[in-house]
């Protein structure tokens, strides 16, 4: 069927290697980002959050940096698994507002 | 978990009819939305709701409406559809305005208009 993802970036990884997919946000505003994982036929998939007052937070095998200096989001991945293969967005929500401007999206393919 | 249930994975509909995709989540969140995604074009917001009987128009609203009657139920419809809403579309709900919580997302319904 029809791909989400044509015509997006990829990042090719080895099995077992650490991933780093990086976002550019656009709005200086923005104080909440969150990244996305979509599968395949699937809907986006919450990964993990953070706020603007934090420049890193941990998940399971996930960590996401901030760097608010260059506008700056990214994504790693521990260990990285088959299973990761997907494609990553991320989002922001500028001040004061509620709705969420996505990134075009980043796919990850995982090589065994 | 939250979950985010869209009634249709997959839809095929004739150009001029009227379509309606259904959306229920189960977390009383109250903020639903209506996306679309295309290939190359990223996540485009549709409509929005922040409450009961309540709408927003998004980026993208020409050509679609909705109806939340219930507030765990978020109805997109075509009212006249064409082939150039051909596209998936995503539902999503969060928590109220004022507090950062994530969309969560639905699987998606894919329509074909023909």
């Known amino acids: 069927g029809e791909s989400v993802g044509l015509h997006l970036p990829t990042l090719s990884v080895q099995e077992g290697d650490n991933s780093i997919i990086n976002c550019a946000y656009s709005n200086s505003a923005s104080d909440y980002f969150i990244w996305y994982k979509q599968e395949s036929g699937k809907g986006p998939q919450f990964i993990i959050d953070i706020r603007s007052n934090m420049d890193k937070r941990q998940g399971q095998r996930v960590t996401v940096l901030l760097n608010k200096t260059v506008k700056h989001l990214s994504l790693q991945i521990a260990a990285t698994q088959p299973g990761d293969s997907a494609v990553y967005f991320c989002a922001e929500k500028p001040g004061g507002y509620n709705k969420l401007i996505f990134g075009a999206g980043t796919r990850l393919a995982v090589h065994p | 978990d939250v979950k985010v249930t869209q009634s249709s994975r997959y839809l095929v509909k004739r150009t001029g009819e009227k379509v309606f995709l259904e959306c229920v989540q189960d977390m009383d969140h109250e903020n639903m939305f209506w996306y679309r995604q295309d290939p190359g074009l990223g996540l485009r917001l549709i409509y929005f709701s922040y409450d009961v009987k309540m709408k927003e128009k998004g980026d993208i609203p020409e050509g679609y409406s909705v109806s939340r009657e219930k507030k765990e139920r978020f109805s997109l419809i075509l009212e006249s559809a064409s082939t150039n809403q051909t596209s998936m579309y995503l539902c999503?709900?969060?928590?109220?305005?004022?507090?950062?919580?994530?969309?969560?997302f639905g699987n998606g319904t894919r329509l074909t208009v023909t």
């Open positions: 999503a709900s969060s928590f109220r305005t004022g507090r950062d919580s994530p969309l969560h």
